[in-house]
């Protein structure tokens, strides 16, 4: 099956009693026990609509297994703790999400967890295994600047020293980039982005083995960060449409890159569908499509006015609805950075990521033609 079909049938719970064709809501969370082994219960990541999504999330990474959380952050603390413990060392990029850069300078140390950040290549990746190394997580592309890493190549390395893999995929979405194909153990996503898709759920995914979500479920049932059934519900309608729109946000994200590469008031731009970018060849070779994530830098021009003058791009700090948003990494993402710390990587004061929705093409290349030609 192709990705639209399999976002909208798979998980699907028929309901047998009215013939519906939705998933109904179950909202029960005192459920029978006789005969049960492990009763249905809202922390135990077992609840029907629970299980439906992860379904979805399962088949749409080609996994065996699926469990929804009610965070992206909620996914990733939980699959990283179920496989490193006292004294293991973890590598991470220093690219990684800041939530999870933060989650590994102020709490590893507390769990006795070592770790090692790295800079955003397969090489340094490699380069920073030790002995006692147990857990390697990698994001690819990554935020802001779209880094593109050799994904296979880590995995092949990591599975001959028994290293699990722990990928992020919220910025490729399964439709563009499906990791356990080129040899990763865990793929993880903050559903809150594309997967949510319309900037109104929290919640996040792990995709796997039956035999690695083990842990990761019986970790997560301790931790506890379940998703609500009725939040279940409404992730499990917006990926029916997930598909549908990543294919076509990809699609106008890739005509912007190439509109502001061409535009004189723009002196750079990040999009590893640029035939110009540098890791544009591995991402052709491990993606179906480049994503609607770009970012990009202006010449001599105040990014604040230029924000200020767009009439629908809204600046937000979030990312992967279906409408258009902005933000100035430097002020939102990366603030608690030093100004000196952030230009070592690359993220610059005039630096704008924007997450590209489904808004006709012609009417987002007017919106930031005129901003910029009102400055
Ligand atoms: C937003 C985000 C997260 C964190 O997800 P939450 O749902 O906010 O917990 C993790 N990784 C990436 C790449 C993100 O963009």
Known sequence: MKKQTIALHKGTLRDETYGGVNTPIYISSANAYIGREDPVYPRYFNLPNQDAVGHKIASLENAEAGLVFSSGMGAISTSIFA????????????????????????????????????????????????????????????????????????????RQKDIITIIDNTFATPVNQTPLDLGIDIVVHSGTKYLGGHSDLCCGMVACSKEKMKKVLDLARVLGPSLDPRCCYLLERSMKTLALRVKEQSRNALKLAQFLEAHKAVSKVHYPGLESFNGHEIAKSQMSDFGAMLSFELSGIDSGKFIAGLKFISPAVSLGGIESTICSPAVTSHAKMTQTERERIGVTDSLLRLSVGAEHIDDLQQDIDNALKNI
């Not at 590598?91 to 967890?113: I, K, N, P, Q, S």
């Not at 490699?126 to 190394?133: L, Y």
């Open 83 to 158: 496989y490193a413990g006292n004294g293991d060392h973890v590598v991470m990029l220093d690219a990684l999400y800041g939530g999870t850069h933060h989650f590994a300078t102020a709490w590893f140390e507390h769990f006795g967890v070592q770790y090692t950040f790295t800079q955003t290549n397969a090489q340094s990746v490699m380069d920073a295994v030790q002995d006692n190394t147990r857990v390697i997580v990698i994001e690819s592309p990554t935020n802001p600047l779209l880094a593109v890493l050799d994904i296979e190549k880590i995995a092949q390395f990591a």
